[in-house]
């Protein structure tokens, strides 16, 4: 029976990409079949209240366009198909995320010599649970804000911009935890440094003093003579708790707003947050100051970096300066191997300021083979 269900699970796929009149309904029927052998509850988990608003708006917006740009009829058949197809799709979909190993999706691929694509594959089968569990949570949040036994159809852009962002740290947390176990397929390494300077990880969970260590390692450096550029990113608290951060360049003390609390309905990428572009100019600045015999520091690199984005550009300039005695990153643990493959480095000096009885003792310490004797 399980091989039966799928194979109608295969079919289905097929069928909802065959442009017949009658594929539609097909599909929906080979879909419900499958689940039907291979889970019967994945119904009630794939065709939830928001998910069917999504599919219905869609079918509608379709129905719409091309009643308007052909003939009514044209219209309600079109709207028709995009609805039965995105049904069936939903039910495949919750199937695929329980059914489907993704391990074996990317060894398969692998085989292919698509290696990018089956890691990717794989990966978005993971997410797939965690978006409809996000899904649901996001939209009982939304009516208990507004007072309402449930929220209404002007409420989508925000559920759907909770969902994208929420989508986002998924694939970072997937592509860090596919890191560990050796896949750098989704990497974007920036190519060997023409210089390879020290490389100090500083990590440690949220909240144990990470970004405290780099600034008494940065003032105890700086007391002796040794140059420091880069960046440290500090929280701002006021009496309702963090309401934002500041960058401080270690060169010059100077401060930047980079981030303001404003709350969840004006934040941006799905945070609390709205993140000013002047802050991180001022942190790129501060990277410019490296110069030969330079500890760079940078707090913190973090997923969008890992892609190419953010401050990295700015980074890899500073790295490729001749001369810098070493960088200094705060990097979470899930991505460290990550970080390592983007900038292409052999080594580094790993210090868990969680486990240090004196984190910047311990820091300073991965420092000294690049270091005066008197540090």
């Known amino acids: 029976m399980k091989r039966l269900g799928t194979l109608l699970a295969f079919v289905?796929?097929?069928?909802?990409?065959?442009?017949?009149?009658?594929?539609?309904?097909?599909?929906?029927?080979?879909?419900?079949?499958?689940?039907?052998?291979?889970?019967p509850a994945a119904v009630k988990r794939a065709w939830?209240?928001?998910?069917?608003?999504?599919?219905?708006?869609?079918s509608a917006l379709t129905a719409l366009l091309v009643g308007w740009a052909a003939a009514p009829a044209r219209g309600l058949a079109a709207g028709a198909a995009v609805l039965l197809?995105?049904?069936?799709?939903?039910?495949?979909?919750?199937?695929?995320?329980?059914?489907?190993?993704a391990e074996a999706v990317q060894r398969g691929a692998q085989r292919l010599g698509m290696t990018r694509l089956g890691l990717a594959g794989g990966l978005a089968l993971n997410a797939l649970p965690h978006l409809g569990e996000t899904a649901r949570d996001a939209w009982t949040a939304l009516a208990v804000r507004r007072s309402r036994a449930r929220p209404r159809v002007g409420d989508l852009p925000r559920l759907a911009e909770v969902l994208l962002a929420h989508t986002a740290r998924v694939a970072e947390e997937a592509a860090a935890a596919a890191a560990l176990r050796g896949h750098h397929a989704l990497a974007r390494p920036g190519g060997p440094l023409p210089h390879v300077p020290l490389v100090v990880v500083v990590?440690?969970?949220?909240?144990?003093?990470?970004?405290p260590a780099m600034r008494g390692a940065a003032a105890a450096l700086q007391e002796r003579g040794v140059?420091?550029?880069?960046?440290v990113q500090v929280p701002v608290w006021g009496e309702g708790g963090k309401g934002g951060y500041v960058v401080r360049d270690l060169a010059s003390g100077e401060e930047r707003t980079l981030a303001v609390k404003v709350g969840e309905e004006r934040g941006e990428h799905g945070t609390p947050f709205r993140f000013e572009p002047a802050g991180f100019a001022?942190?790129?600045?501060?990277l410019d100051r490296a110069r030969a015999g330079s500890v760079l520091i940078l707090d913190e690199l973090g997923p969008v970096e890992l892609r190419g984005g953010g401050h990295m550009p700015a980074v890899r300039r500073a790295l490729a300066r001749p001369g810098l005695a070493a960088v200094v990153a705060t990097v979470?643990?899930?991505l460290i191997p990550s970080f390592l493959s983007h900038l292409a480095v052999p080594s580094a000096v790993i210090v868990d300021v969680e486990g240090a009885a004196?984190?910047?003792?311990?820091?300073?310490?991965g420092l000294a083979p690049v270091l005066p004797p008197a540090v």
């Open 12 to 39: 289905a796929v097929a069928l909802a990409f065959v442009p017949h009149l009658l594929a539609p309904p097909l599909t929906v029927l080979a879909a419900l079949c499958a689940s039907l052998l291979l889970e």
């Open 48 to 58: 939830r209240l928001p998910a069917l608003l999504l599919v219905l708006v869609a």
């Open 85 to 101: 197809r995105f049904l069936a799709l939903l039910l495949l979909a919750a199937l695929a995320s329980r059914h489907v190993d």
């Open 203 to 211: 990590t440690g969970r949220p909240g144990v003093g990470k970004t």
């Open 227 to 231: 140059s420091v550029a880069g960046f």
């Open 282 to 286: 001022f942190a790129r600045a501060a």
């Open 332 to 334: 979470r643990p899930a």
């Open 358 to 365: 004196d984190p910047v003792k311990a820091l300073l310490g």
